[in-house]
């Protein structure tokens, strides 16, 4: 029998309002990607240090396979899947330990954290940073359900999730996909953080 656990079991609340942040901060990193400001691999090692405190395994392999494209190493990918600070650069260390304290505080980081963030990074940085971990955030809390369910097919299930647990997840999340976008626009016109 498998007795592995999830690292992270979020609840619908939770997975609600990382649709709208995840909405919400999509914009920003769509300008990014046209603006560079933060450098596609500082990105990918952002979500890959998120991924890895969540524990989404479904993430996991999807990021490791786009932090290859964008030409890192797979001794980098293992590192920051496995924990590991060996590969975490001076000039990004901030950020990634940023990443690891939203997804470590279910993603509702404190205040400080962000200020000490800004002060490092400058306002227009910590925004993409931020962003970058948002959308993370939304795709792992999303992805964690289903890669329960995949190890549940697998007969490998995890001892601390439920067949309910994961069907519901699941099933609720084209619902909050289609309800967190209005949600999102207009907070993000009031310019509020959910």
């Known amino acids: 029998m498998h007795t592995s656990q999830l690292k992270k079991k979020y609840s619908m609340k939770q997975l609600f ?5 995840g909405y919400r901060s999509l914009p920003i990193l769509i300008k990014n990607r046209k603006s560079k400001r933060v450098d596609l691999q500082w990105m990918e090692r952002l979500m890959l240090a ?4 969540n524990g989404c395994e479904v993430c996991s392999y999807a990021h490791a ?4 494209k964008e030409g890192l190493t797979q001794q980098e990918i ?5 924990g590991s600070d060996v590969f975490v650069n ?3 260390s901030v950020s990634i330990f940023y990443a690891q304290h939203v997804a470590d505080s279910m993603g509702n980081p404190d205040a400080d954290t962000y200020i000490r963030l800004s002060q490092v990074y400058g306002a227009e940085i910590s925004e993409i940073i931020h962003a970058g971990v948002m959308v993370m ?16 097919l697998q007969g490998k299930a995890y001892s601390n999730s439920s067949l309910v647990y994961e069907l519901s997840m699941l099933l609720i999340q084209p619902f909050f996909m289609i309800v967190a976008i209005p949600i999102a626009w207009v907070s993000s016109l009031a310019h509020r953080s959910i």
């Open 65 to 68: 396979k786009i932090a290859l």
């Open 90 to 92: 001076e000039e990004e």
């Open 50 to 53: 998120t991924t890895e405190v």
């Open 17 to 21: 309002g990382a649709f709208v942040n």
């Open 78 to 82: 293992q590192a920051f899947l496995s």
């Open 137 to 152: 955030m939304m795709g792992n809390i999303s992805g964690i359900p289903l890669s329960a369910f995949i190890r549940r």
